[in-house]
């Protein structure tokens, strides 16, 4: 079956330390995102890719990074000059114009 | 930018009907989206408007007045299975959607 596969599902870092969450996909899309969401609070833009070796900043990309070095996977890192880390991220992907297919989020806990 | 406004919280009875507004400001158009959300699951589309009018799947149906700003999901015959949160999404472009804030659903026996 084809999806998005966010791993892993918990993730727990002491601050000041930098994490690499993982986002493949065999759905064959182009587009990939990565959203952060807090508790009572919608879905924010942190990184978009539209093609492979290409991706754009969203509303809130400051601490963060990604790669796209591949269709499949699109990894967010974030570093430690995120100030608020502990957060909800989802990644997704679609075709052109389609709806967003998303993964199953990875609750990030940093302390 | 763009911002998207709809109820924090709704309660509805099952088998009841319940509509969920959303108003927006953008700079442009890219229709109106709907999405689902269980507590710490992945949201899943439900819905789309281009166009003014209604949009109707099962027991979902979804309307947008551009004139307006505005858009409603409606859904029947709830279940309690529909107690999920619900987002409207729009944006400039397909690559740059904005979800609202989301309107929790709690559907009471």
């Known amino acids: 079956d084809g999806g998005i596969t966010q791993s892993p599902k918990y993730l727990f870092r002491k601050e000041g330390q930098n994490v690499t969450l993982s986002c493949e996909q065999n759905?064959?899309?182009?587009?990939m995102y990565w959203y952060r969401q807090d508790p009572g609070q919608g879905l924010r833009l942190i990184y978009y890719s539209q093609i492979v070796n290409d991706f754009q900043k969203g509303d809130i990309a400051e601490g963060y990074s990604v790669s796209r070095e591949k269709k499949e996977s699109f990894p967010l890192t974030v570093t430690s000059a995120q100030k608020n880390p502990t957060a909800f991220y989802l990644c997704?992907?679609?075709?052109?114009?389609?709806?967003?297919?998303f993964g199953n989020g990875t609750r990030l806990t940093v302390t | 930018g763009q911002s998207l406004e709809q109820p924090s919280e709704v309660t509805a009875v099952e088998g009841a009907i319940v509509q969920i507004n959303c108003t927006y400001q953008?700079?442009?158009?890219?229709?109106l989206s709907w999405y689902q959300q269980h507590d710490g699951g992945a949201p899943t589309f439900l819905s789309y408007n281009a166009l003014d009018g209604l949009e109707e799947t099962g027991r979902f149906s979804s309307f947008l007045s551009r004139s307006d700003s505005y858009g409603y999901l409606l859904l029947q015959e709830l279940q309690m299975k529909d107690s999920a949160s619900y987002f409207c999404a729009t944006g400039a472009g397909s690559y740059q959607l904005t979800f609202g804030k989301g309107t929790k659903l709690s559907v009471i026996p």
């Open positions: 997704a992907s679609s075709t052109t114009r389609d709806p967003l297919h």
């Open positions: 759905l064959n899309h182009d587009a």
């Open positions: 953008t700079s442009g158009f890219y229709g």
